[in-house]
C-alpha cells in the first residue's frame, strides 16, 4: 500500500534491494551524495534518508522535514547520531538479520590469516603446485591458540560459538562484563592483548574504540600474535599495525575493514602476512537483501505506525502526529 507517497531522499549508493522496494511504499528521491547539489525544491517535504555508508552532516541543514534515517548496516557510525537525536530524528540499523554471515566471515579470516589459504590458492592457479610442488607449510595455525573477542555483542557472540567447536580457548574484552557466559572477562583491552595471543575486533567504530588497538597493545599481544579486525578501520591505529607487522611485533593480521575505504595503506598492501578482505563482511545477496529489507520495512513502520523496528539507542523516539 503506498503511504501517502512520503518523500525518501537515497543519496549516492544504495543496495539494489532497497531501490526496488522503495518506489512501492514512497516517493524515490535519487540524488548525489553531494548536499550542495540539493535545490531548496528537492528538499522541501523530504521526510526520510536511506543511506549506505556515510551520510554528509550537511543534510541536516538543508532537510527541514526530515523525521528518519534508515541505515543501511548494523554500525551507524557513518550517521551524525547525536546530531540526528538533537533534533528528534530518529535513526535505524539492521542488526541481527546480518549476525550469522558476518560471524562466518570472520571464522573464514581468522582461517585465511592463520593458514594463508589464499596464497595456497593462488600458488594452485600460478601452476606452482607443479612447477615448485607443493605449497610451503603454514607456520601458524588456530590449535592451541586463546582467542580474545573485542566486543562480545550480537556478532561477538556469535563468533564466540563458531569458536567454541574449534577447541580454542576464548576470553573477552567489553566496558560491562556479560552474565552466564564461562569465557574470561577482561576490563581492558590491554590487560586482554597481554592474556591471549589472537584478538577479534568486532566493536562499533565510536569516539571510545577509536584507534585503541594501538602499538601499546599490538607489542602485548606478541611475536605469535594475530590480529583480525572485522569491526570498523577506526579502531585500528593502522599506521602502527603495519610498523609491528613488519618488524615482527606481531606474526599477521586478518582485515575486512580500514580506516579510510576503499583506500588500502600500501604498506598492508605489501605486506605478505597479511590478509584482506574489501568489507564483505555481510556481502552475500541472501543477507544483504535482508538487511535492504530492514532498511524498507523500518521506513514503512515509522510512517505507518509512528514506531521503526529497530531504532538505535541513541534514538528512541516514537513519532509526532500531525
Ligand atoms: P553490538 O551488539 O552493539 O555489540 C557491540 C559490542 O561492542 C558490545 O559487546 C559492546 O559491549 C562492545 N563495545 C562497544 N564499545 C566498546 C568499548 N569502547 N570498549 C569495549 N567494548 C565496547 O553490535 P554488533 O551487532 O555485534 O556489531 C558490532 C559492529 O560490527 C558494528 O557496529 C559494525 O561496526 C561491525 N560490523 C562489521 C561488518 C563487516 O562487514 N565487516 C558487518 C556487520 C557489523 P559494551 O557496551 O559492554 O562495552
Ligand atoms: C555493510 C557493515 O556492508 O552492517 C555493517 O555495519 O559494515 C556491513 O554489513 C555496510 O554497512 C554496508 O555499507
Redesign the pocket.
Known amino acids: 500500500m503506498p503511504q501517502g507517497r512520503h518523500r525518501i531522499l537515497v543519496p549516492g549508493n544504495m543496495n539494489k534491494h532497497v531501490l526496488d522496494r522503495l518506489p512501492q511504499h514512497f516517493e524515490l528521491v535519487p540524488v548525489s551524495s553531494d548536499p550542495a547539489l540539493i535545490t531548496p525544491e528537492i528538499a522541501s517535504g523530504i521526510g526520510g534518508i536511506a543511506v549506505q555508508g556515510k551520510l554528509a552532516p550537511a543534510f541536516f541543514d538543508i532537510l527541514p522535514d526530515l523525521e528518519i534515517i534508515a541505515n543501511f548496516?548494523?554500525?551507524y557510525?557513518g550517521v551524525d547520531v547525536e546530531r540526528a537525536a538533537s533534533r528528534n530524528v530518529v535513526v535505524t540499523n539492521t542488526?541481527d538479520v546480518?549476525?550469522d554471515e558476518?560471524a562466518d566471515t570472520t571464522i573464514a579470516l581468522l582461517l585465511n590469516t592463520l593458514r594463508r589459504l589464499p596464497a595456497a590458492e593462488q600458488w594452485l592457479r600460478a601452476g606452482r603446485w607443479v612447477s615448485d610442488g607443493a605449497f610451503p607449510l603454514s607456520p601458524l595455525t588456530l590449535r592451541g591458540r586463546t582467542v580474545g573477542l573485542?566486543?562480545?555483542?550480537?556478532?561477538?557472540l556469535a563468533i564466540a560459538k563458531r569458536l567454541e567447536s574449534f577447541g580454542v580457548a576464548i576470553a573477552y574484552?567489553?566496558?560491562?562484563p556479560r552474565e552466564g557466559l564461562a569465557y574470561k572477562h577482561y576490563p581492558t583491552l590491554l590487560s586482554m592483548a597481554q592474556a591471549v595471543d589472537t584478538i577479534v575486533v568486532?566493536?562499533?567504530?565510536?569516539d571510545?574504540?577509536y584507534r585503541t588497538v594501538n602499538a601499546e597493545v599490538l607489542q602485548a599481544l606478541g611475536a605469535n600474535g594475530i590480529l583480525v579486525n572485522?569491526?570498523?578501520g577506526t579502531t585500528v591505529d593502522e599506521a602502527a599495525l603495519v610498523d609491528a607487522l613488519q618488524r615482527g611485533v606481531i606474526a599477521g593480521a586478518g582485515l575486512?575493514?580500514f580506516e579510510a575505504e576503499p583506500h588500502v595503506p600500501d604498506g598492508l598492501l605489501a605486506l605478505p602476512n597479511v590478509s584482506l578482505l574489501p568489507?564483505?563482511?555481510?556481502a552475500s545477496q541472501a543477507t544483504r537483501n535482508a538487511m535492504g529489507d530492514l532498511v524498507v520495512d523500518n521506513l514503512v513502520a515509522w510512517f505507518e505506525t509512528g514506531a521503526a523496528l529497530t531504532p538505535v539507542p541513541e534514538t528512541p523516539f516514537k513519532r509526532q502526529a500531525g
Open positions: 548496516g548494523v554500525g557510525d542488526p546480518l549476525t558476518v573485542y566486543g562480545l555483542g550480537r556478532i561477538g574484552h567489553t566496558r560491562t568486532i566493536v562499533p567504530g565510536t571510545s574504540t572485522m569491526g570498523r575486512d575493514v568489507h564483505v563482511g555481510s
